[in-house]
């Protein structure tokens, strides 16, 4: 009886080890999303847009005099510049997140007036609601804002670098509950709290005549 004890005693160790690690596994495994734009018809809108201003279009990056260094691949491109709008944007219909990791790379290709690029998330499904986080050309900043009935709001903002026209730079956010964390390039540049907006869909926003690409959009569920 003591030797039959002590079989089931080691069989329960071993089955709650497995179970730690199958637990401890399915933790750590998250629902993920990338966007290389492949799938999608070169000159139109990728298939999973949503509402959208300005002219959006898949571009290759093969016959493009400014890909050089940038991988190749194909991108998502805003083409309309001086049209008198103040932003053009493009919203993705899927997927709706809650807490998330999300990043972009972008390069302008030209503008004057303010060459930068914004990534967009916890957008409700009029895309009148949600965050962005823009990098301003103009002004040297990386700003967030929080966007209410359409309405952009600054929250908090710093200095970067300005992008040059051709450079590939990435944006990223991710958002744990209240708490918001920016980087640019790698660096963390903000960190704040705010609990407006808790879940929504995600996009790309671009300033006032600015042309700009985008690549390898990815988004995961944090």
């Known amino acids: 009886m003591t030797k039959l004890r002590g079989w089931r005693w080691c069989a329960a160790l071993v ?20 966007w290389t734009f492949e799938a999608d018809t070169l000159g139109k809108e990728p298939g999973n847009s949503g509402l959208a201003t300005g002219t959006w279009e898949v571009a290759n990056l093969a016959s493009d005099s400014l890909g050089t260094g940038s991988g190749g691949g194909r991108v998502l491109r805003q083409l309309e510049g001086d049209d008198g709008a103040d932003y053009h944007m493009l919203q993705l219909k899927k997927p709706i997140v809650t807490d998330l990791v999300a990043s972009v790379r972008f390069r302008v290709v030209s503008g004057e007036v303010d060459p930068g690029a914004g990534l967009l998330f916890h957008l409700d499904d009029k895309a009148r609601n949600g965050y962005l986080i823009r990098v301003s050309g103009a002004k040297g900043r990386i700003v967030a804002h929080y966007i209410i009935y359409g309405k952009r709001r600054d929250i908090r903002y710093a200095s970067v670098e300005p992008p040059k026209p051709g450079e590939w730079h990435t944006l990223s956010v991710t958002k744990k509950k209240s708490v918001i964390v920016v980087s640019y390039d790698g660096k963390e540049c903000l960190r ?31």
């Open 192 to 222: 704040f709290r705010d609990e407006r907006f808790k879940r929504g869909t995600v996009g790309f926003w671009t300033e006032d005549d600015a042309v700009v690409d985008f690549a390898d959009l990815k988004v995961a569920m944090n």
């Open 15 to 34: 089955l709650a080890a497995a179970m730690s690690q199958t637990t401890a596994g399915a933790a750590t495994r998250q629902k993920s999303w990338s």
